[in-house]
């Protein structure tokens, strides 16, 4: 099945600084990689995804980049704020399933 | 983005008793949704998958007599924890998607607390 690493697992910022969070997936036949910003308490919400035949989305400060070959995709958030800090997750789908990063918790300090 | 409800957001019930979570799409037709278990600082783990009208599908090792899912319509999906133990003490968590909205989109969570 599907497997989904994560790194790092915990990454502290200045704010105004950016953020690289990275994944690797193993299933070449995943097609869906979406991320979720999950505050304390809270379901995780979706930030941002995308799909198997882009290379890049870009929304506002935050953007996703896929390499299909590699089997890995990253988030990238530019000029961070305290707000920005919480867990973020990568997923990838997988024959209808969302399979889970083990998480990064981002630290922005002010 | 589309509307997950979970409700209730906190429960905390005795030992050797049931809980129902509920899980409700507000806004669109969720044809599948999903349960997910959270331990503290881990990530999301599926449980189980339920389409809208059939039985659900339970992810290896986790029991499905104890974990009653029910998805009865377009809009509505709950999770029983039967004869709860402290051990099933977890954050649980349901999504949904559909035609409309491909993406999952998350409920609140639930904090169950079994003493």
């Known amino acids: 099945g599907e497997n989904v690493e994560q790194h790092p697992s915990t990454l502290s910022v200045q704010e105004g600084d950016s953020a690289v969070i990275k994944c690797t997936y193993s299933?070449?036949?995943?097609?869906?990689f979406p991320w979720y910003k999950q505050e304390l308490g809270k379901g995780p919400q979706l930030i941002i995804d995308?799909?198997?035949?882009?290379g890049e989305k870009k929304d506002q400060r935050i953007a996703v980049t896929l390499n299909k070959t590699a089997k890995h995709f990253s988030l990238h958030i530019t000029e961070t704020q305290p707000e920005d800090s919480a867990v973020y997750f990568c997923a990838a789908r997988s024959y209808n399933k969302l399979i889970f990063g083990a998480g990064t918790r981002l630290a922005v300090h002010p | 983005g589309a509307v997950v409800s979970q409700h209730p957001s906190r429960v905390i019930c005795k030992s050797g008793t049931s809980v129902k979570i509920e899980c409700r799409s507000l806004?669109?037709?969720?044809?599948?949704m999903f349960w997910y278990r959270q331990f503290p600082k881990q990530s999301l783990m599926l449980m189980a998958t339920?389409?809208?009208?059939?039985?659900?599908?339970?992810e290896q090792g986790v029991e499905k007599d104890k974990f009653l899912i029910n998805h009865a319509s377009l809009t509505l999906s709950t999770l029983t924890v039967t004869s709860a133990h402290p051990e099933d003490s977890s954050f649980y968590i349901c999504?949904?998607?559909?035609?409309?909205?491909?993406?999952?989109?998350f409920g609140q969570g639930t904090r169950l607390t079994v003493v």
């Open positions: 339920s389409n809208e009208g059939s039985k659900a599908t339970y």
């Open positions: 995308i799909r198997s035949n882009v």
């Open positions: 299933d070449s036949a995943s097609n869906y």
């Open positions: 999504s949904a998607s559909g035609q409309t909205y491909t993406e999952a989109f």
């Open positions: 806004d669109f037709q969720a044809t599948t």
